[in-house]
């Protein structure tokens, strides 16, 4: 699976969180179901959405960001099997050929900041204009700006935040920016860019619904300025040292408010129509396991935890709650940062479920 840097990414969880999901979608339901569904309600580099996606899901993946719905509309809305290919890989060659023009992305990204190489931001310019004019269609468009965004992913010289600058220029960043076919899912979805919240009180019923929403202060927004940039194609004011686009200032998420991210996650687990909902946490965040627990079991009645480790599979379900989740288990691993909380009929047993077949301990 090709996809850009993103702090919070869900890369290593996705096996995890996509056992949770089907044994979610079958539990209480003897016999196939015509289609499972399900909602990424903050899909980032839709990682969590392809799994879904791959494992027979019809997916709806939603983010605020233009880049989101570009990554979301290439992977989740478009079926591979209606792709082109040939006529896309030709697109394709025929962006790489082209030669660099020095226009905005030059200038901003990397005169005035260094995330790329020169030679590589007048290659982002030159394909970028050119790219309108070959792309047939929405699908096709968002497939080349797909293409686009992981091309210079490879060559970039931050650290994956896109807000300051390494000294020396990183290794990668001396690789001619090349663009390559995304590797296209099979199947029907939805992209959609919309606050999750109003997503959650408009949207159709689903079997499962999965809620990773930033958890602090840093906006993502302000982090992926520049993918936000090379999507929207337009160019906007820049400042300070990161040359961040001007609406930076005042694009913000309630989940990144400390006064309003409680109501705000609050109203999407009441208000979201989903028989099971997955939440990612983190407890370096703004509220505590605790009262995430209390609030899933007031919503959803059974909830359990995963405790879920970084960079290995390693998981357990701790704690035990009853639906008014108060807790009856017992808790160990308490070093744990990450957690993987499913609430809805019969989440225990799914926990036990998925944390049996993945060989993870017990707490
Ligand atoms: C922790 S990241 C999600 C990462 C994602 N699960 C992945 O694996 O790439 C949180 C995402 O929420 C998005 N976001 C922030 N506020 C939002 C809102 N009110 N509605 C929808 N998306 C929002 C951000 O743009 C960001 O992509």
Redesign the pocket.
């Known amino acids: 699976m090709r996809v850009i840097k ?1 702090i ?4 290593i969880l996705v096996p995890r969180i996509v056992a949770l999901a089907q044994a979610a979608a079958a539990h209480g339901r003897p016999g196939r179901r015509r289609s499972i569904t399900a909602c ?9 959405a392809q799994g879904l996606k791959r494992a027979g899901f019809h997916v709806t993946a ?4 233009w880049y ?1 719905e570009m990554l979301a509309t290439a992977y989740v809305a478009t079926d591979s099997r209606k792709v082109r290919r040939r006529a896309l890989e030709a697109k394709i060659a025929r962006l790489n050929a082209l030669p660099g023009r020095r226009g905005y992305a030059t200038r901003t990204f990397c005169e005035e900041a260094r995330y790329f190489q020169p030679a590589n931001g007048r290659r982002i310019d030159a394909i970028r204009a050119e790219l309108e004019n070959v792309a047939d269609g929405p699908a096709e468009r968002a497939i080349l700006l797909t293409a686009l965004l992981e091309a210079a992913d490879r060559v970039d010289s931050t650290t994956g935040l896109q807000m300051a600058c390494l000294k020396a220029w990183a290794p990668r960043s001396f690789t001619r920016l090349e663009l390559r076919l995304p590797d296209l899912i099979a199947g029907r979805g939805a992209a959609v860019r ?4 109003a997503l959650a009180r408009a949207m159709e019923p689903v079997d499962v619904a999965y809620a ?4 602090n202060q840093h906006s ?2 302000s982090n992926y300025h520049a993918w936000e940039t090379i999507v929207r194609n337009d160019s906007p004011e820049a400042y300070g040292v990161a040359r961040k686009r001007a609406d930076c200032r005042t694009t913000r ?4 408010s400390r006064k309003l991210a409680w109501d ?1 996650l609050s109203a999407l687990v009441h208000d979201v129509p989903a028989r099971h909902l997955i939440v ?1 946490f983190n407890d370096e965040g703004f509220f505590t396991r605790a009262a995430i627990t209390r609030l899933l079991a007031d919503a959803k009645g059974e909830v359990a935890t995963m405790p879920v480790a970084h960079r290995r599979y390693v998981g357990a379900r701790i704690g035990i709650y009853n639906p008014r989740g108060e807790k009856v288990g017992r808790v160990s691993h308490v070093t744990n940062h990450e957690f993987l909380f499913i609430a809805g009929p019969g989440a225990l047993q799914i926990a036990d479920q998925v944390s049996a077949s993945s060989g993870a301990a017990r707490g």
Request: hydrophobic content about 25%; aromatic content about 14%.
């Open positions: 993103y919070g990414s869900k890369r990424d309600l903050f899909c980032g580099t839709t990682r969590v939603n983010d605020t960001a989101a919309m606050d999750a919240n990773d929403p930033p958890y993502y927004h998420s309630a989940y990144n705000a990612s």
